[in-house]
């Protein structure tokens, strides 16, 4: 069983480009979780989907970011416009349908995005 | 708002002494913690999980301990190995449901030295 799959691994764009992160969770995971790891910072919570449903979009930014999960298909977390204080590490999270109180969320190797 | 903190950012200690790292968090209304290691570059590994309603967890050579009421947790590494380098950290769920969110420390970047 594969484990929770990223891609790209790192990712170079210049200001004002747009960046798109993709995460497949594990099989038979519906539930997906984005944060991110700024440079000397704690992993931050940006946004919990399930399939084609947002659920908690608490800690998106207001503007420029946006993140879906679709029927088919990778969840995807878009960046327009960036910006030089976009440069992070992007991790993706993914956890078995159902919600149950001993379940672990299952982190995969994130997406270092880079701002030039 | 739930904060955790971890103290101190770094540790460096001499190969085959215990340690314990800890962790603090100012809402007790938590329905598990869990510990992840991260290596440099890389992504989280988790590393035990508790339960609310549980004391502590083992697993090898590491044990987490858990006190609710006071807001800690301590992760214990017994016999360290160069190979245990890397950054430690703790995340607390709040609660059930909808709100799954974890929130994080910063982390403790261990540096076993031979």
Known sequence: NAG???????????????????CSP???????YWYRQLPEEGLKFMVYLQKENIIDESGMPKERFSAEFP????????????????????FCASSPPG?????????????RLTVL | K???????????????ENLVLNCSFTDSAIYNLQWFRQDPG?????LLLIQSSQREQTSGRL?????????????YIAASQPGD?????????????ANSKLTFGKGITLSVRP
Not at chain 1, 6 to 22: D, F, S, W, Y
Not at chain 2, 2 to 16: D, F, N
């Open chain 1, 99 to 111: 919600g149950g109180s001993t379940d672990t969320q299952y982190f995969g190797p994130g997406t």
């Open chain 2, 42 to 46: 890389k992504g989280l590994t988790s």
């Open chain 2, 63 to 75: 044990n987490a301990s858990l006190d609710k009421s006071s807001g800690r947790s301590t992760l």
């Open chain 1, 71 to 90: 029927k088919e298909g990778p969840s995807i977390l878009r960046i327009q416009q960036v910006v030089r204080g976009d440069s992070a590490a992007y």
């Open chain 2, 85 to 97: 380098s890397a950054t430690y950290l703790c995340a607390v769920r709040p609660e059930y449901g």
């Open chain 1, 26 to 32: 594990m099989k038979g995971h519906s539930h997906v």
């Open chain 1, 4 to 22: 929770v799959m990223q891609n790209p691994r790192h990712l170079v764009r210049r200001r004002g480009q747009e960046a798109r992160l993709r």
């Open chain 2, 2 to 16: 739930q904060e955790v903190t971890q103290i101190p950012a770094a540790l460096s200690v001499p190969e085959g």
